[in-house]
Structures are given as structure tokens and as C-alpha cells.
């Protein structure tokens, strides 16, 4: 596992389940809400920081979402992707990337076709069976739940970046 991480330079997540613990929240409105975890967007950020982007594929299209990509400054956005591989070789047309640099979160049986490519696959505690069993990597935290930055951690540690970026904080 370390040496696929060594090579990570982007990791791409899922929403429901992965960003959050998959509730939606409606309004009296019909509005949508979603609840982020803010240890999960300070680690998207520290990624950013050691250079490692951060992108957003979700099967469904929520204004919300377009809030918290805008405020975690991730421009790699696709939102309403029922065929997430198609969205997933878009991104590595845009970035030049190839698989074995790319990490993935997945949650869902619509994840399982990324999470089966990519170079790091990972799973929140609670994702269902079959994203389970194509991920390389098993969170011990649910989504919404800090899954998301234990895997940004573990990336930050495999690129050998987490020294450097956690010095600010005098750990």
C-alpha cells in the first residue's frame, strides 16, 4: 500500500456516504441540505497544500455540493454522473494524470468501476459490501464521519508530505 501512495497526486471523492453520512436534509422549501464534516475539508486542504488535488464525482446535482467544492476551492467537479467512469477519464484527460496516480473514495455499487481502476481505492466503514470489497483500503470512520480525512492522513504520510504540512501546527 505505501508504494501506491507514494504515487498519489489526486484524489477524487464521492458525496453521499463519503463526504456526508448520506442523509439529505429538505426544507420546508423543498431546499437541500448536507452536513460536512470540518475535519474532512481541513484535510482536503492540507492535501492541497502538499500539492495533491482533490476532485468531486457524485451521481447527483445538489447546490450545496457546488458551495463546499467552491469553498474547499476544488475545481474538478462533476456533479450528476451516473457513469462515473466517463467523468473519471474526462478528469484524467484534464489533469494528464494515469490510474496508478489517482486515489478514489467510493461508498456505492456506482463506485465500484473507478475504485477498480484507480492506484489507492478506499472505502468508509460503513460503505455497502461490494465498495468494500473493491476498496484497498477500509476507513475505520463512516462518511460524513471523518472517513475522508483519514484517507487524506494516510495519503499525506504515504507521499511522505505530512511532516512539512503539519509543521505550522507545532505537533
Known amino acids: 500500500m505505501s508504494y501506491a501512495l507514494k504515487q498519489i497526486r489526486l484524489l477524487l471523492l464521492d458525496v453521499d456516504g463519503v463526504m456526508t453520512d448520506g442523509g439529505i436534509i429538505y426544507d420546508g422549501n423543498g431546499l437541500e441540505t448536507k452536513v460536512f464534516n470540518v475535519k474532512d475539508g481541513h484535510g482536503i486542504k492540507m492535501l492541497q497544500r502538499a500539492g495533491i488535488q482533490v476532485g468531486i464525482i457524485t451521481g447527483r446535482t445538489s447546490a450545496v455540493v457546488d458551495i463546499r467544492a467552491r469553498e474547499l476551492g476544488i475545481d474538478l467537479l462533476y456533479q450528476g454522473a451516473l457513469r462515473k467512469l466517463e467523468s473519471y477519464e474526462d478528469i484524467k484527460c484534464r489533469t494528464g494524470l494515469n490510474d496508478h496516480q489517482i486515489a478514489y473514495m467510493g461508498d456505492d455499487v456506482i463506485d465500484v468501476p473507478v475504485m477498480r481502476r484507480v492506484g489507492f481505492s478506499a472505502a468508509p466503514a460503513d460503505a ?42 507545532e505537533l
Do not use: F, H, N, Q
Open 128 to 169: 455497502l459490501p461490494e465498495a468494500l470489497a473493491a476498496a484497498g483500503y477500509v476507513s475505520t470512520r463512516a462518511g460524513g464521519k471523518g472517513a475522508v480525512r483519514e484517507v487524506c492522513d494516510l495519503i499525506l504520510k504515504g507521499v511522505g508530505a505530512w511532516d512539512e504540512v503539519t509543521a505550522r501546527y
